[in-house]
C-alpha cells in the first residue's frame, strides 16, 4: 500500500486526480470506477480543468459507478446518476452510452444486480477504482457486518444513514430505503484501488481501516489485503497514525 499526505483537501483531490489522469494517458478506453460524496468533488473538479486545457481526453474511457439508490429516478437531484451528470459527466467529453451506474429504477434487486455484475465482467473488469470512506469504514454502502464474498447486491439503508440523509429530502419518508452497490469483492477485483479521505474526522478510521485488524466491522480493512492500494489523505485524516 501506498500512503500520500496532501496538505489539504486541493492538495489531496490534485494528487488523486494526478493518479486518474495517468491511468487515463496510459490506457485511453481503461474502465473507471468511481464514486460520489463529498470527497470525490475536488477530484472531479481538477479533472475537468485539465479537460478543459485540452490535457485529458475522456473520449474512449469507459466509468461504472459504486453504487446508486434504489427508487430514486434519475432527474432527482439526490441521485447518484444526477451527482455525477453534474460533477463530471456533462463537463468532459465522455461517451454518455460508456458511463454506467446501477438502475435506481429497477425494482427487481435480483435481475438488477445481476445486470451489473454481468456488465463489469464484460468489461473486462475495473482498472482503477476511486473510493472514498464512511466514518464506520464503509465503503460504496458495505457497512460493518457485511460479508466480504458478495458481489453486486441490494442493501437496506441503516436508521443511522436514513436519519443522517434526510436532510436531503423533504422528509424521512422520502429517503430511499434501499441502494445498489458493488460488494466488496467486486470492488477487490479492481486492478488498482485509489482511497481518498480528508478531515479530522476521518483521522480514526483511517487508522482502523489501514493499521487495524482485517474485519468485515470494518469493511474498508479488507483493502489491506489488495495489492496495488494507495491511500491519498490530507494531514487531518493522517493524524491517527
Ligand atoms: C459514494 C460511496 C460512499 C462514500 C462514503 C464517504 O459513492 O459509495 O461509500 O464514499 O460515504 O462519503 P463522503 O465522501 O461524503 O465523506
Redesign the pocket.
Known sequence: MRIYKAKDYKDMSRKAANILSAQIIMKPDCTLGL??????IGIYDQLVEWYKKGDLDFSEVTTV???EYKGLPKDNDQS?YYFMHKHLFDRVNINPNKTYLPNGMEMDSKKETQRYTELIQSLGGIDMQL????HNG????NEPGTSFEKDVHCVDLTQDTIEANKRFFASADDVPKQAY?MGIKTIMHAKKIVLIANGIKKAPIIQKAFFGPVTPQVPASILQLHNDVTLIADEEALSCL
Do not use: E
Open positions: 464514486a460520489t460524496g463529498s470527497s470525490p459507478n459504486l453504487d447518484y473510493l472514498g470512506i464512511g464503509h465503503i460504496g454502502f452497490t
